[in-house]
């Protein structure tokens, strides 16, 4: 089981990213996808995640409106879209799977994380 995180880049504020999560030698059809962040010095924090069935959960109030989560089965593939990017935004982006959604990170498959760097 193999996922990673990739799309990350150095944006200015005001700006759009996509993250995506792409998952190699098993089909993410019958996960959930979380997507994490770890700014430096803090813990990491659970922003949303993607049901098996397509359901979003949004966990961050500070990317509610703003960061938008999907999946393609057919590309095997899950989808952050993050808008009106802000400085504070600047983290490591992780995807998770698991069976289930949790805003904690203790999903049992991690990928790599991917730098986002907004300036300001």
């Known amino acids: 089981v193999q996922l990673q995180a990739y799309g990350g880049g150095l944006v200015q504020a005001g700006g759009s990213l996509r993250l995506s999560c792409a998952a190699s030698g098993f089909t993410l059809d019958y996960y959930a996808i979380g997507w994490f962040r770890q700014a430096p010095g803090k813990e990491r924090e659970g922003l949303s995640c993607i049901t098996s069935n397509g359901g979003r959960l949004y966990f961050a109030d500070s990317v509610k409106g703003r960061f938008t989560i999907s999946r393609d089965n057919a590309k095997n593939t899950v989808y952050l879209q993050m808008t009106s990017l802000k400085p504070e935004d600047t983290a490591v982006y992780y995807c998770?799977?698991?069976?289930?959604?949790?805003?904690?990170?203790?999903?049992?498959?991690w990928g790599q994380g991917t730098l986002v760097t907004v300036s300001s």
């Open positions: 998770a799977a698991d069976s289930i959604c949790n805003y904690k990170p203790e999903y049992d498959h």
